[in-house]
């Protein structure tokens, strides 16, 4: 009534107490589907710019303002032809593999072998290398074919020699596989992976040692000595530093992932020093943090006017919150429980 009257919806809403929302261009069926079909006659029956007749879904009433229509004109039978030839297409191609993919489900459960069904659908076998659980080719890295990683997990869970048959595209590839040798797991021999356990070993022993330097650089740090002069004294080739002068605002404006040691560093305190490990074993960053410098805002900066706005709505939310609790203080409510017992147990599926 008040936006016939001449006020605007959003005008309107907010003196209600509530927000708008605003959708993009929806198919019918669709907007049926996120409201309810009440709901989607009443909007699609109403004139670009009007305000669609109240509806009622699920959820309540809503009041719908139209403000552009997409319509699609229909097409004569000569200009379908090709779109629909190509539609029966597909889906006869759809049902064709589904039928030919439930005929092979039968024979493997029939017990048929995999080389059978292959040539019985004429089809090319091909065998991997030796493959690992986390897709790759045993003894070299290698990944795994890429047609694999659907049913990898799957094969590991199988038993040798008993073929499946899984889906890959939804009615359009199958792929048909067995698992014809397995090893079971066990360290490797030494000879073969000899090389990458001395390169572990000397990582293993590299960490150990990284990390009690990072500890008596930090501990004469505490005593008074700077990062700089601590590293230098642990090691004269320690010289690789970084230093950074930078704020949160421009941390937030580079819109990427924050790295583990400047999270460290805004957390914290001025005039200390920690250690932080890095990622993959790669060593220990040493953060020291020497001055804090509170941030300062422009009086005319528009974030007084954006939080101002947030703030403004969130306050008014509050007051309809309060004025509810209040009414319902000074005028009293009465439960009806068995009715809302009912309901409960009717929304949660209860006898």
Same mark, same amino acid.
């Not at 008993?162 to 490797?188: H, K, R, W, Y």
């Not at 068995?338 to 209860?350: F, H, M, N, S, Y």
């Given at each position: 009534a008040k936006v016939n009257g001449g006020s605007t919806l959003e005008a309107a809403a907010r003196e209600a107490g509530f927000q708008i929302s605003q959708l993009g261009l929806l198919e019918r069926e669709a907007y049926a589907a996120r409201s309810s079909s009440a709901v989607a006659q009443s909007v699609f029956g109403a004139a670009s710019g009007a305000i669609a007749p109240p509806a009622r879904s699920g959820l309540g009433w809503h009041v719908v303002r139209v403000d552009a229509i997409d319509r699609v004109e229909g097409k004569t039978l000569a200009q379908a032809t090709p779109e629909i030839t190509e539609a029966l297409r597909a889906e006869k191609r759809r049902q064709a593999v589904a039928d030919l993919s439930a005929s092979i489900e039968e024979e493997l459960d029939g017990g048929t072998s995999l080389t059978d069904v292959a040539k019985t659908i004429k089809a090319e076998l091909?065998?991997?290398?030796?493959?690992?659980?986390?897709?790759?080719?045993?003894?070299?890295?290698?990944?795994?074919?890429? =047609?694999?990683?659907?049913?990898?997990?799957?094969?590991?869970?199988?038993?040798?020699?008993?073929?499946?048959?899984?889906? %890959? /595209?939804?009615?359009?590839?199958?792929?048909?596989?067995?698992?014809?040798?397995?090893?079971?797991?066990?360290?490797?021999?030494?000879?073969?992976?000899?090389?990458? /356990?001395?390169?572990?070993?000397?990582?293993?022993?590299?960490?150990?040692?990284?990390?009690?330097?990072?500890?008596?650089?930090?501990?004469? =740090?505490?005593?008074?000595?700077? %990062?700089? /002069?601590?590293?230098?004294?642990?090691?004269?080739? %320690?010289?690789d530093l970084d230093p950074i002068d930078l704020s949160r605002e421009q941390l937030a404006q580079t819109g990427q992932r924050v790295p583990p040691p400047l999270a460290l560093m805004f957390s914290m305190a001025q005039g200390t020093a920690k250690k932080l490990e890095a990622p993959n074993n790669a060593g220990w960053f040493l953060v020291e943090l020497e001055q804090i410098q509170p941030g300062k805002i422009d009086a005319a900066s528009p974030v007084f006017a954006q939080a101002k706005r947030e703030l403004g709505q969130t306050l008014g939310q509050e007051y309809a919150t309060q004025l509810r609790l209040a009414l319902r203080d000074? /005028?009293?409510?009465?439960?009806?429980?068995?009715?809302?017992?009912?309901?409960?147990?009717? %929304?949660?599926?209860?006898?």
């Open positions: 091909t065998s991997t290398s030796p493959l690992t659980a986390d897709g790759r080719v045993y003894g070299t890295g290698e990944a795994a074919p890429q =047609v694999l990683a659907p049913v990898l997990a799957t094969a590991f869970q199988m038993e040798e020699g008993e073929p499946q048959i899984a889906e %890959l /595209v939804p009615g359009e590839l199958f792929i048909v596989f067995e698992a014809n040798d397995i090893t079971p797991s066990a360290a490797a021999p030494l000879r073969d992976i000899a090389a990458q /356990v001395t390169a572990d070993w000397k990582r293993a022993e590299g960490l150990k040692g990284a990390k009690k330097a990072a500890d008596r650089i930090l501990a004469s =740090v505490k005593k008074g000595a700077s %990062l700089p /002069v601590a590293m230098k004294a642990e090691n004269a080739r %320690l010289t000074e /005028v009293g409510v009465e439960r009806n429980q068995p009715a809302i017992d009912a309901v409960r147990k009717q %929304l949660t599926g209860e006898n």
